[in-house]
């Protein structure tokens, strides 16, 4: 079965930067979109970033853009997220997610629904 296993979490200050990485199994990495999303404590889980299959299309939450990266190795199966520039409001826990789509766009790339597989996530915090 399809396996998604977030790492690269952890406490960083304000300022600083993290990377994600999100490791893939049991699937045709080419043939999914990427995804990652968050959920801050009390708040629902958000749409952060996207790539499609090739990594030639990307998305990006307006709260991130600018600071966030997302990036794929499709010979290494993994997908990353670079974080720079943190703030206190990207404390969350971070979630790998993966759609299912040979297409180079992504439709209601927001939609959590839209996602199949999703990893357990990893905790950021960002101390002030």
């Known amino acids: 079965q399809v396996q998604l296993v977030e790492s690269g979490g952890g406490l960083v200050q304000a300022g600083g930067s993290l990377r994600l990485s999100c490791a893939a199994s049991?699937?045709?990495?080419?043939?999914?979109?990427m995804a990652w999303f968050r959920q801050g404590p009390g708040l629902e889980r958000e749409f952060v970033a996207a790539t499609t299959w090739s990594g030639r299309t990307t998305y990006y939450a307006d709260s991130v853009k600018g600071r966030f990266t997302i990036s794929r190795d499709n010979a290494k199966n993994t997908a990353y997220l670079q974080m720079n520039t943190l703030k206190s409001e990207d404390t969350a826990v971070y979630y790998c997610?993966?759609?299912?789509?040979?297409?180079?766009?992504?439709?209601?790339?927001?939609?959590?629904?839209?996602?199949?597989?999703w990893g357990q996530g990893t905790q950021v915090t960002v101390s002030s």
């Open positions: 997610a993966a759609k299912r789509t040979s297409l180079d766009y992504i439709t209601s790339v927001s939609s959590k629904s839209d996602y199949g597989d």
């Open positions: 049991g699937l045709i990495f080419i043939n999914y979109a």
